[in-house]
Each structure stands twice: as structure tokens, then as C-alpha cells.
């Protein structure tokens, strides 16, 4: 199975009253094989340095990235991760990944969040999600 190429597109909208911040990797809108990475991590971290509408500044954006960064290296040890998208949005960052099944999930989890609570506040949600229904969201679908 190929996996698309990333096509990252940037979404600027607002919601009550506050605006926020959609990168969504459009490349895997109408991926086949979805039914294959049935699993996917919710992953949100809570903002430290914010500025107007709690959003964050350019050095928590860098420690986001950071973040990011080290997920997806994580996940990478195991298996391939497709990174759906992101979003910033008062005072948080939500990162979605799919993935197929792992052996053992709670292992890779755990030394996820252990890594990533050393520089944020950050909450890990495993969902087994066959129809990338939490994906929805990101490609309007």
C-alpha cells in the first residue's frame, strides 16, 4: 500500500470568539487504505506561554513543534504514523495520528507520554477507529 505524500493545508476560522489554527494533511483525505491504520492518538497538550486569545507565542510554538516532533519519532520506532492534522484553539494544541495496530500499545504510550509531560501538560487519547471518524473534523468528511 503507498502512503500519499503530505499536503499540508493551513485553516483559519473562529469559534466563540476566539480564533484558531487547523494544519490538516489534505494528502490523506481519500487515503485507501484507512481501514489498515485503524488506530489513532488524540493528542492535547496544554498551552504554557500565551499571548492575546491564549494562543502561543513564538517560543511556545517552539516547544509545540518540539513536541510534535518527538511524537512522531516515538511512533516511528514502532510502526508508520500518518499525522492527520493539528489544531490550536484557546490555550491548546490537538495532534491527531492514525497508525495500524501495535503489539503493544501501552508500553509505546506510556514512554510517549512520560516524554512529552517532562516539557507540557499533555493528555493521550488511544482510540481503535476503523472509520476515521475522529478524523472527520480535519477533512470535512
Not at 492535547?44 to 500565551?50: A, F, N, Q
Not at 499533555?122 to 470535512?140: F, I, Q
Request: charged fraction near 30%; charge should be negative; glycine fraction near 6%.
Amino acid at each position: 500500500m503507498e502512503i500519499p505524500e503530505e499536503e499540508w493545508v493551513l485553516v483559519e476560522g473562529e469559534s466563540k470568539g476566539h480564533p484558531f489554527f487547523i494544519s490538516v494533511n489534505d494528502g490523506l483525505k481519500y487515503f485507501a487504505g484507512k481501514s489498515e491504520y485503524d488506530y489513532c492518538l488524540i493528542t492535547t497538550i496544554r498551552l504554557e506561554g500565551m499571548q492575546g486569545h491564549r494562543l502561543p507565542t513564538d517560543n511556545e510554538a517552539e516547544v509545540l513543534n518540539r513536541m510534535e516532533d518527538i511524537l512522531i519519532e516515538e511512533l516511528s520506532k514502532v510502526s508508520i504514523p500518518l499525522e492527520v492534522g493539528r489544531e490550536t484553539y484557546f490555550g491548546e494544541r490537538e495532534i491527531l495520528i492514525y497508525f495500524p495496530r501495535l503489539n503493544n500499545f501501552k508500553n509505546t504510550v506510556d514512554s510517549i507520554s512520560r516524554k512529552l509531560n517532562e516539557l507540557r501538560s499533555t493528555r493521550l487519547e488511544l482510540h481503535h477507529d476503523p472509520v476515521w471518524k475522529h478524523a472527520a473534523r480535519y477533512h470535512g468528511s
